[in-house]
């Protein structure tokens, strides 16, 4: 427990604005592996790529117990910090988040992707739900003795083409950002966005680290940096790639 606890401190230690940790995300042993010799600091898994190395939909479709044994031959393979995609906790209630965050922190995970999307459903979770369900990750972590990092993540951008981001979701970020630092989150997560003000302006209002994914319409890293965020992820992004140049090198190979 020693290495996962100093392991968890020195993730945390990595969120700095203006110097973001770049998360290049993997999906197995092997990638990780990989993304450890390109240099990384950290490595994180994707749901999204996880399931789909499995053969799954994303969405809570693999089951709990294979994504765990994945993260424990991750952690077993590397020697950096490994943080986990827990998606929306395999359940709502939040004694079933504790007992599955719980479970990650046992396979060695040092944090978590957390999210308020209602897994399986329509929309997010109220705000009041969403807060219990991070107090119970929290008293989770606290109660395993490792720091873990939780990171809050909110689908609100998401949920709407980037062409209609603005200023109302923007304030209803923030106040999800607001309530989940008081439930004990130790990041935010704002996948989707990708306009500069309002990117900044997010930074600006939360004191929690911010997680943006680098996808086609986000800023370059250096921009981020400059607009105050503290972590760059690449979601299923890497993965993806990875798919289409497989499948087009074996559509060469067989009808070649």
């Known amino acids: 427990m020693t290495e996962q606890i100093e392991r968890a401190r020195r993730f945390h230690a990595l969120h700095v604005r203006g110097n973001p940790i770049v998360l290049y995300n993997t999906w197995d042993p092997g990638s990780a592996k990989i993304v450890e010799r390109a240099g990384a600091k950290a490595i994180a898994t994707g749901s999204w790529p996880?399931?789909?190395?499995?053969?799954?939909?994303?969405?809570?479709?693999?089951?709990l117990e294979l994504a765990l044994d994945n993260i424990r031959r991750?952690?077993?393979?590397?020697?950096?910090p490994v943080t986990m995609d827990l998606e929306g906790?395999?359940?709502?209630?939040?004694?079933?988040?504790?007992?599955?965050?719980?479970?990650a922190l046992q396979a060695g995970a040092i944090g978590f992707n957390f999210e308020d999307q209602i897994v399986g459903g329509a929309g997010l979770h109220d705000i009041a739900i969403q807060v219990k369900r991070i107090e119970a990750a929290a008293a989770a972590v606290k109660?395993?003795?490792?720091p873990a990092y939780i990171n809050a993540r909110t689908d609100i951008f998401l949920k709407a083409k980037p062409d209609v981001h603005d200023s109302v979701l923007l304030d209803q970020a923030i106040e999800r950002a607001h309530a989940y630092e008081k439930a004990g989150a130790s990041g935010f997560f704002a996948p989707g966005l990708g306009d500069e003000a309002l990117i900044e302006a997010l930074c600006k209002a939360t004191v929690l680290p911010v997680n943006i994914i680098a996808l086609a319409h986000v800023p370059p890293r250096q921009r981020l940096a400059e607009l105050g965020v503290a972590r760059v992820s690449?979601?299923?992004?890497p993965y993806r790639q990875m798919a289409e140049w497989l499948e087009?090198?074996?559509r060469l190979a067989i009808s070649g």
């Open 50 to 63: 996880v399931a789909a190395a499995f053969g799954y939909a994303d969405g809570e479709k693999i089951p």
């Open 234 to 237: 690449h979601g299923p992004v």
């Open 74 to 80: 991750i952690v077993a393979a590397v020697d950096l």
């Open 143 to 146: 109660a395993s003795g490792i």
């Open 89 to 103: 906790g395999y359940g709502v209630e939040p004694e079933t988040v504790a007992q599955t965050v719980t479970r």
């Open 248 to 250: 087009a090198k074996a």
